[in-house]
């Protein structure tokens, strides 16, 4: 059944703000310069990216301010500083928020600040070892989460859909793009993609929950000088299936970082080595049923990416996008395939 039209626009709306970064803070704006110089007089602020919040290194001071976007909300804000506090005081390498002037959250400008400590970390290179230490440290942090007694405020949207959600988006879409008729073919095999998932959806509720990070790669963990891994951007953190965050990290394992992964290319007989190593970090054993959800949620995640079309500033140029277009042939592979990818 097709939700009230005043539930797809508030979705909507939510899902254009997330995708529109117009109002990122940039590091000359007059009041982070203001913050800055409050916080750290004379320090050199170098933007290290991102784009839900400005990131500035402060040197010497040895510390990031983050300025985030006016959509993200004290309440999530705050929640995601205990569920680092947490995580930090059982050992792991996260930057847990330091306080100024007696607050951890402070305003800046219309908008929420926050400080941590700089953590010097390396990005290793996309090869099969780095992907298993990454699913490893994957592993050990949903240990750490499991362990969390506190509630977190869902995220503005999330990284995937199931496939009734997806169908829901997807009349705005086409909608979008029905002057370019190579948007519409391309909206016509998600549509078609779609359908198989729907075919191949093991429901929610029926799949081990807790709190995942929402967001593993190999840029969000890096390694410590010490070689032990460090945990950035925790904007995705939410009680989801656990299936959920394998899933989406073995999707940009098989698109790789240039965007130009084929799935028919990737080497799927080590696919079981790196659901090992995730097994060894956490010290669960994925279920059966898990193991038979891995290839739906992973084709899940270029099905969102495509199926939003239709909400975000240019709905053509985001269907056409050579690296999503291969993303979405990933998935599509993967529903075809369902054996490789358990």
């Given at each position: 059944m097709t939700p009230p039209?005043?539930?797809?626009?508030?979705?909507?709306?939510?899902?254009?703000?997330?995708?529109?970064?117009?109002?990122?803070p940039h590091v000359d704006d007059p009041e982070v310069r203001r913050l800055i110089?409050?916080?750290?007089?004379?320090?050199e602020a170098t933007d290290l990216g991102g784009t839900m919040s400005l990131n500035l290194w402060l040197r010497p001071a040895g510390m990031v301010l983050r300025?985030?976007?006016?959509?993200?909300?004290?309440?999530?804000?705050?929640?995601?500083?205990?569920?680092?506090?947490?995580?930090?005081?059982r050992g792991l390498n996260v930057g847990a928020p330091v306080a100024w002037r007696g607050?951890?959250?402070?305003?800046?400008?219309?908008?929420?600040?926050?400080?941590?400590?700089?953590?010097?970390?390396?990005?290793?290179?996309?090869?099969?070892?780095?992907?298993?230490?990454?699913?490893?440290?994957?592993?050990?942090?949903?240990?750490?989460?499991?362990?969390?007694?506190?509630?977190?405020?869902?995220?503005?949207?999330?990284?995937?859909g199931p496939p009734t959600t997806l169908l829901r988006w997807l009349p705005a879409a086409e909608t979008a793009a029905a002057e370019d008729a190579a948007a519409r073919e391309i909206l016509s095999q998600v549509r078609g993609a779609i359908g198989l998932l729907r075919r191949r959806w093991v429901p929610e509720?029926?799949?081990?929950?807790?709190?995942?990070?929402?967001?593993?790669?190999?840029?969000?963990v890096p390694r410590a000088p010490s070689g032990e891994p460090v945990y950035f951007d925790f904007g995705f953190l939410a009680h989801r299936p656990r299936i959920h965050e394998l899933a989406y990290a073995l999707a940009w394992i098989v698109l790789r970082p240039d965007g130009r992964?084929?799935?028919?290319?990737?080497?799927?007989?080590?696919?079981?080595?790196?659901?090992?190593?995730?097994?060894?970090?956490?010290?669960?054993?994925?279920?059966?049923?898990?193991?038979?959800?891995?290839?739906?949620?992973?084709?899940?995640?270029?099905?969102?990416?495509?199926?939003?079309?239709?909400?975000?500033?240019?709905?053509?140029?985001?269907?056409?996008?050579?690296a999503r277009l291969a993303f979405l042939r990933i998935g599509e592979w993967v529903l075809r395939h369902p054996e490789a990818a358990r």
């Open positions: 039209a005043s539930d797809l626009a508030r979705l909507g709306g939510q899902i254009a703000r997330r995708h529109d970064s117009r109002d990122r110089a409050a916080i750290a007089p004379g320090a300025v985030h976007r006016p959509l993200l909300s004290a309440d999530r804000l705050g929640a995601l500083q205990r569920v680092r506090d947490h995580l930090a005081a607050r951890t959250l402070f305003p800046c400008g219309g908008r929420w600040a926050e400080m941590e400590p700089y953590l010097p970390s390396t990005r290793p290179d996309p090869t099969g070892e780095a992907y298993g230490e990454m699913l490893r440290a994957a592993g050990s942090l949903h240990r750490a989460l499991a362990t969390y007694p506190g509630k977190v405020p869902r995220p503005l949207v999330a990284t995937y509720t029926a799949l081990p929950r807790g709190l995942i990070h929402g967001d593993i790669r190999l840029a969000n992964g084929r799935a028919e290319e990737f080497a799927w007989e080590n696919f079981p080595d790196l659901l090992r190593a995730y097994e060894e970090g956490s010290d669960v054993r994925l279920t059966d049923l898990e193991r038979r959800a891995l290839g739906p949620y992973l084709a899940a995640v270029p099905l969102f990416l495509m199926a939003l079309a239709g909400y975000v500033p240019d709905p053509v140029g985001h269907l056409r996008s050579e």
